[in-house]
């Protein structure tokens, strides 16, 4: 190795003690001249274990699980169908009967009321473009635990007046996918959907949940991408406008030509916002834990060599998603299938030996499902 790429070496070992790291450049002369140099990456002297993860954030709202057998949180994907072709998510607008029968919603209900803590209606598509979306939420109503939240994510098209009022009488948790500060933007993600009607829409919203605490008033929340990741404080400058006091973002991983670009100028534009909805009494519902290779701590983003990373899954010991035909997922993000509730009962898929398998599996550096291995939920 020659003297410049010695002082190469060095000049890296400077640039890495800026962020923390605390390298050593180990020099060896060996016989006849021959130099051999080695960086070793050695943790910041400061360490501390990282244990905050998006999932975390998630469950902080929730009640608490009351049974081992069965699931905490449930997710009733009621409905693939949408009304709009948002680009990260579909090309088409996709109105083709994928909707989990009352029958079956009626017996996934009946089993599992008396212990879930938490009904999500919704997934992957839109769960007010149902005809008898007021007859199902009714129908948890009448058997879930009092302890037990129910909550929907919309694209917010449809939210008229009366369907505003009927989520407030029945106490419904409402999220509202909300992705551009601008008409021009938020109708480029958001294909089919009109900017003003929905920010009419939230307005009506927020007035008729006036009265609820914070953390059950209405959200909005952003997939950070590409086509947006520059506009996270003009978003949150728009949500307050509008009433808003609950706002949550993520980062979309895929399809990758519209994830976001995990840059320095996406970790100043969040920490810009955080400052922005703290300075305005408004609660940051939900935010990624990890952008790139630093780690949100305190009000900013630090490189993760200071910290020894929790990354642990402990979703499919907590949650479930069933799909509209019955097949039930590992967790939120789908992951892996585990069973069917039109072969099996949910206990018997909940309980079963391909969970138990799944749940060994997820946290395994051998047998770790492809899907987990950069779950952006527990800083992979």
Not at 87 to 103: A, H, P, Y
Not at 138 to 158: A, E, F, M, P, Q
Request: proline share 3%; with cysteine; hydrophobic share 35%.
């Amino acid at each position: 190795m020659t003297h410049a790429e010695i002082s190469r070496l060095r000049m890296v070992a400077i640039s890495l003690s800026k962020l923390g790291i605390c390298p050593i450049l180990r020099v060896v002369q060996i016989s006849h001249g021959v130099i051999v140099a080695n960086l070793y990456n050695v943790r910041s002297k400061n360490m501390k274990f990282y244990t905050n993860n998006s999932f975390s954030q998630m469950q902080a709202c929730l009640n608490g699980q009351v049974s081992l057998k069965y699931p905490q949180k449930l997710y009733l994907d009621i409905t693939q169908d949408c009304n709009l072709s948002c680009k990260m998510c579909r090309d088409e607008i996709q109105v083709t009967g994928k909707i989990m029968s009352f029958d079956l919603f009626c017996i996934l209900v009946d089993e599992t009321a008396p212990y879930v803590t938490s009904y999500s209606l919704f997934n992957w598509g839109e769960p007010l473009i149902l005809k008898d979306f007021r007859e199902r939420v009714n129908y948890i109503c009448s058997k879930k635990r009092l302890d037990c939240d129910i909550d929907i994510s919309t694209n917010g098209t449809l939210l008229s007046d009366n369907m505003i009022d009927f989520l407030r009488s029945v106490n419904v948790k409402v999220t509202v996918s909300f992705d551009g500060a601008d008409k021009a933007t938020f109708e480029n993600i958001r294909r089919g959907a009109d900017f003003e009607k929905v920010c009419d829409n939230i307005r009506n919203l927020v007035k008729a949940y006036s009265d609820v605490p914070i953390e059950k008033s209405p959200e909005i929340y952003v997939s950070i991408q590409k086509d947006n990741q520059n506009q996270l404080l003009a978003l949150a400058k728009l949500a307050h406008s509008l009433g808003i006091k609950r706002i949550g973002y993520g980062l979309v991983t895929a399809p990758a030509e519209y994830a976001a670009e995990t840059t320095d100028d996406l970790r100043c534009e969040i920490e810009q916002t955080v400052e922005f909805i703290n300075n305005n009494g408004m609660l940051n519902s939900l935010y990624p834990t990890k952008v790139g290779d630093y780690l949100w701590w305190g009000d900013k983003y630090i490189h993760e060599s200071n910290f020894i990373v929790d990354t642990n899954c402990n979703a499919p010991f907590i949650n479930a998603s069933v799909a509209y035909n019955g097949d039930v997922y590992l967790c939120c993000n789908y992951g892996e299938y585990t069973g069917n509730v039109q072969e099996k009962s949910f206990a018997e898929v909940w309980q079963g030996a391909r969970y138990d398998e799944l749940r060994m599996a997820v946290n395994s550096n051998n047998d770790m499902p492809k899907i987990c291995e950069s779950c952006a939920w527990f800083n992979r």
